[in-house]
């Protein structure tokens, strides 16, 4: 199945600093990949997503890079400031696949004033 | 909408005993799922439904039975609780029977099995 990993698992920035995760997958058929945040004690929700028929996608200061051939994408973030701080998912998964998406395990961002 | 909702928030269990998560959603999603959260490890599915009547496993299942016998309720049945099954579990539905679109998770329960 598929396997993804997200490096590094804890980033400390400064506030007004970017930040960048980056996610690697194992399955050339994966065509779908989300990055969901999460802030402590909450539900994880969807920031931003992209598709394999684009490299890179833009929402206000998040964006999302895209390199099939590499088999790895990446969440930016511009002018980060404190509500940013979380926990981020990444996944992949394929609209023909098993109908499961896989999660890399997490990345804690800290944004600090 | 009330979106995607989880009873009991919180629960403590003892080994062996069982339980069930419930989970319900009024968005009419066709695919539901369950996730488990550990700490380190990410979310790993447990089982999805691509619609009523249908349910399949996923990465982690053992322990865990679900039934999906209307669209809007998908509960998670704990057969014989362990200490291994302390978690924080999510339900999380999706508007069409994939995961190639947003899913909308539930506030999460917490459970500890002592």
């Known amino acids: 199945g598929e396997n993804v990993e997200q490096h590094p698992s804890t980033l400390s920035v400064q506030e007004g600093d970017s930040a960048v995760i980056k996610c690697t997958y194992s399955d050339s058929a994966s065509n779908y990949f989300p990055w969901y945040k999460q802030e402590l004690g909450k539900r994880p929700q969807l920031i931003i997503d992209i598709r394999s028929n684009v490299g890179e996608k833009k929402d206000q200061r998040i964006a999302v890079t895209l390199n099939k051939t590499a088999k790895h994408f990446s969440l930016h973030i511009t002018e980060t400031q404190p509500e940013d701080s979380a926990v981020y998912f990444c996944a992949a998964s394929q609209s023909r696949g098993n109908n499961r998406l896989a999660f890399g395990k997490g990345n804690q961002v800290v944004v600090i004033p | 909408n009330a979106g995607v909702t989880q009873t009991p928030k919180f629960q403590v269990l003892k080994t062996g005993q069982s339980m069930t998560l419930q989970c319900a959603q009024d968005m009419n999603h066709e695919y539901m799922s369950w996730y488990r959260q550990d700490p380190g490890m990410g979310l790993r599915l447990i089982h999805y439904?691509?619609?009523?009547?249908?349910?399949d496993q996923g990465e982690v299942p053992n322990g865990y039975n679900v039934s999906r016998s209307t669209t809007e309720d998908f509960p998670l049945r704990l057969l014989s609780a362990a200490p291994s099954q302390t978690s924080v579990y999510f339900c999380?539905?999706?508007?069409?029977?994939?995961?190639?679109?947003?899913?909308?998770f539930g506030p999460g329960t917490r459970l500890t099995v002592t």
């Open positions: 999380a539905s999706s508007p069409e029977p994939g995961v190639f679109y947003e899913q909308y």
């Open positions: 439904s691509v619609g009523a009547g249908i349910t």
